[in-house]
């Protein structure tokens, strides 16, 4: 009888186990789900990759703007001091530019304007160039004979940013007039 029972809960134990294709259907269903979810969390983390990458170029984006309106401000504060290097320059006469305080005027807005230039600041020559109202500003105007026209002031950019601009008197040509 123990014979019996054991071949009986064997048969039934063989009826209780799926079949292959039940199995495998399964098999393909638990897959399929642990691939979605896998999908999803790798599509979660590369969107939080993207936006970490984002705040630290706008982080750093603006770094660099602050910066770009420290010195800015600095160098807008600083521009008088080289307008008075300028005038002390020009009431100096040939003979006297050549001494020791000549020099040394001479030496320090050099020094300034090398300074300067190394945080973006660009001296802009007019000579020779097309009056552009764009860019120009026109204090004056004198004919010429010759064709074209003739800035007679510099004026100084920031960052391709005009800060400054003296680009006056210019002599326009008859034609132009």
């Not at 039940?22 to 590369?46: T, V």
């Not at 304007?113 to 009056?131: A, N, S, T």
């Amino acid at each position: 009888m123990d014979e019996e029972k054991k071949m009986q809960e064997e048969e039934n134990s063989e009826e209780e186990l799926p079949t292959t294709e039940e199995s495998m259907k399964e098999f393909d269903s638990a897959l399929s789900k642990a691939e979605k979810e896998r999908d999803e969390y790798l599509a979660g983390w590369k969107r939080a990759k993207a936006d970490l990458l984002n705040a630290q170029k706008e982080t750093e984006q603006k770094m660099k703007q602050f910066a770009y309106f420290a010195n800015a401000n600095l160098i807008a504060d600083l521009l008088p001091v080289l307008d008075s290097f300028d005038m002390a320059l020009h009431t100096f006469e040939e003979k006297d530019k050549d001494s020791a305080m000549g020099r040394g005027y001479v030496l320090v807005q050099t020094q300034m304007f090398d300074l300067l230039r190394r945080y973006g600041l660009e001296v802009i020559d007019p000579k020779g160039k097309e009056f552009d109202p764009k860019i120009h500003e026109a204090i004056d105007t004198k004919q010429c004979e010759t064709s074209g026209c003739d800035g007679s002031d510099e004026g100084l950019n920031y960052y391709g940013k005009d800060i400054r601009n003296r680009f006056g008197n210019y002599k326009f040509s008859k034609r132009n007039c």
